[in-house]
């Protein structure tokens, strides 16, 4: 089963930032649609970010204009740049291919004082 590699979790204060790294198996994954999604405790996954094959961008409520999700095609990477991060957004964070239906391992943010 192919899985997606993800990096960058880790432990920063209210108002840090930190950026996410996913890798994909090929280049063309790149070009379908790709996402983000997070897990706290206790919670359902969620949709975070979403960019799709023409390079649109769709964000969930609670981050918009916080983080960012691009790719980079010669690494083969997708981020999420997450800039201005709340104690809310303390989650385990995990990358999609929407089309091909693969997950990454996950990664953990912890946002605390």
């Known amino acids: 089963q192919v899985r997606l590699v993800e990096s960058g979790g880790g432990l920063v204060q209210p108002g840090e930032s930190l950026r996410l790294a996913c890798v994909v198996p090929?280049?063309?994954?790149?070009?379908?649609?790709m996402a983000w999604y997070r897990q706290a405790p206790g919670s359902q996954r969620e949709s975070v970010a979403l960019l799709d094959s023409f390079g649109e961008t769709e964000y969930a409520d609670s981050v918009k204009g916080r983080f960012t999700i691009s790719r980079d095609i010669p690494e083969r990477t997708l981020y999420l740049q997450m800039d201005s991060l709340k104690f809310e957004d303390t989650a385990v964070y995990y990358c999609?291919?929407?089309?091909?239906?693969?997950w990454g391992q996950g990664t953990q943010v912890t946002v605390s004082s």
């Open positions: 999609k291919s929407e089309t091909y239906g693969a």
């Open positions: 090929e280049i063309k994954w790149l070009y379908s649609v």
